[in-house]
T-cell receptor, first 114, second 114 residues
């Protein structure tokens, strides 16, 4: 069965430090991969997506992610974190033959220390 | 361009009642998706509508139902409410699924069942 794992439930980084959020997926074919961010009480905002092609994708707010097929991973990175990046981050997998649905990881809550 | 809108923002019901949640997709989008985000259960796919038809549903009982109107807006109905239905209900929209398209989310409706 398809699944998405985000191993880190909660991460704390200092403002200005680099960030990497991990995501591993299990899927038989090439998936479509997404990172979303959710601020408290808000909906989900799409940060970036991978469909095909270049395995390093750039997103909004200075985020990037790298698709590594051999590791079944799609980790999210940012070189310098800002206090406003504090939020919950979700990795998701979709597929054309998956009946439209996205499968989400459990989420990683990011806290930023001043 | 207006994003996905949902109403109401908050909804309080008692056990056994019915709840109706509404969603308006981004202009030009024909697919609407519903997800449930319950505490401790993460984001779960509920329903997918496209061109007025239900295309897929997640692992939820039949008391969760909905429809899509000719203007592509959608309604989610939850009958015989149970306490565990308390959750944030997120609606998303996308272009039609000729090929895979990313989903854009609304702010959600917070349903509380007392």
């Amino acid at each position: 069965a398809q699944s998405v794992t985000q191993p880190d439930i909660h991460i704390t980084v200092s403002e200005g430090a680099s960030l990497e959020l991990r995501c591993n997926y299990s899927y038989g074919a090439t998936p479509y991969l997404f990172w979303y961010v959710q601020s408290p009480g808000q909906g989900l905002q799409l940060l970036l997506k991978y469909f095909s092609g270049d395995t390093l994708v750039q997103g909004i707010k200075g985020f990037e992610a790298e698709f590594k097929r051999s590791q079944s991973s799609f980790n999210l990175r940012k070189p310098s974190v800002h206090w406003s990046d504090a939020a919950e981050y979700f990795c998701a997998v979709g597929a054309y033959n998956q009946g439209g649905k996205l499968i989400f990881g459990q989420g990683t809550e990011l806290s930023v220390k001043p | 361009e207006a994003g996905v809108t949902q109403s109401p923002t908050h909804l309080i019901k008692t056990r056994g009642q019915q709840a109706t949640l509404r969603c308006s997709p981004i202009s030009g989008h024909t697919s609407v998706y519903w997800y449930q985000q319950a505490l401790g259960l993460g984001l779960q796919f509920l329903l997918w509508y496209d061109e007025g038809e239900e295309r897929n549903r997640g692992n939820f009982p039949p008391r969760f139902s909905g429809r899509q109107f000719p203007n592509y807006s959608s309604e989610l109905n939850v009958n015989a409410l149970e306490l565990e239905d308390s959750a944030l209900y997120l609606c998303a929209s996308s272009l039609t699924q000729g090929s895979y398209n990313e989903q854009f989310f609304g702010p959600g409706t917070r349903l509380t069942v007392l």
